[in-house]
């Protein structure tokens, strides 16, 4: 059996601000060689839900992006090394935190170097974790889920990216 294909997004922190939207620009770029052109863009979201990430700026901004079409699913723990070498990239210490993953019609997957009892070992240090689900046409949380996802704040763009997959399984199979 083939990976299954996904719509592979790519969540990005950085500093709130016009010195923080300069280094959101320089990822793009970054994330575009590596994983090809974008076809969405969030807008920013002010991030406050941790301080965990207080090495890259006391106000930070999170935007989501969605990449043109449809990629393996087992290539995640590759998408998540490259990203961390586009961190390493940015500064000493990080400027960018970098948060692959993918979306498909039933779930929001993302990677992670860090285990926890609901994330599931893939291979070479990466971990995976069923962030949201879909379910009766929206996007709902589990217990565990950061409370900026469980909030609502980036519903509209998971939908986004769902129906891009919806459409590109559909393309697919013709």
Request: positive net charge; proline residues 6%.
């Amino acid at each position: 059996m083939s990976d299954p294909k996904v719509k592979l997004i790519a969540g990005v922190l950085y500093p709130d601000g016009e010195e923080g939207e300069g280094w959101f620009a320089w990822t793009l770029g970054k994330l575009k060689a590596l994983w090809g052109e974008h076809e969405n863009v969030s807008p920013p979201v002010p991030f406050a839900a941790t301080d965990y990430y207080r090495d890259i700026a006391p106000r930070l901004a999170r935007r989501f992006v969605c990449f043109e079409g449809l990629a393996r699913a087992g290539d995640l723990p590759d998408w998540k090394h490259a990203s961390i070498g586009v961190e390493g990239e940015s500064r000493n210490p990080r400027i960018v935190n970098i948060d692959p993953g993918y979306v498909d019609g039933a779930r929001l997957v993302l990677a992670s170097t860090k285990d926890h009892a609901h994330r599931v070992y893939l291979r070479n240090g990466i971990f995976a974790e069923v962030t949201m689900r879909f379910r009766f046409g929206k996007w709902m949380p589990f217990d565990y889920t950061f409370p900026d996802f469980a909030g609502g704040a980036y519903d509209r763009f998971l939908s986004a990216a769902r129906e891009s997959w919806l459409e590109g399984k559909r393309r697919t199979k013709q």
